[in-house]
């Protein structure tokens, strides 16, 4: 489905400017492939990287956690799966892996 949004869902109390977050995020991940935490430790968190390195626009890009590709065996990558809101570095991008796992079956009992 390309950039098209599938599924996306605002919990009470987000702020409106959530959702250009995500775009930022997802497109970091549409252009690279790579999660969002994977340029985030690639630029070492300057999101001016991407600009002066790769010539993207700061407004519609980022370097942060919380968006990772999907990708199916035998096709490649066809998606993106982003999330924003939990405090923390790491914390949005673990929710994603952990969503992932689950929908493979591949979750941690207990």
């Given at each position: 489905l390309g950039k098209q949004i599938v599924f996306q869902y605002t919990a009470n109390g987000c702020s409106p400017d959530k959702e250009h977050w995500l775009d930022r995020k997802s497109n970091t991940v549409f252009n690279f492939h790579h999660a969002s935490l994977w340029m985030y430790y690639k630029t070492d968190g300057d999101n001016s990287v991407l600009e002066k390195k790769?010539?993207?626009?700061?407004?519609?890009?980022?370097?942060?956690?919380?968006?990772?590709?999907?990708?199916?065996?035998?096709?490649?990558?066809?998606?993106?799966?982003?999330?924003?809101?939990?405090?923390?570095?790491?914390?949005?991008?673990?929710?994603?892996?952990?969503?992932?796992?689950?929908?493979?079956?591949?979750?941690e009992n207990g």
């Open positions: 790769y010539g993207l626009s700061t407004m519609e890009y980022t370097v942060s956690d919380g968006a990772v590709p999907i990708c199916v065996d035998g096709v490649g990558f066809i998606g993106v799966l982003a999330m924003s809101g939990i405090p923390g570095l790491l914390n949005d991008h673990k929710l994603c892996i952990e969503a992932l796992k689950w929908l493979k079956g591949e979750q």
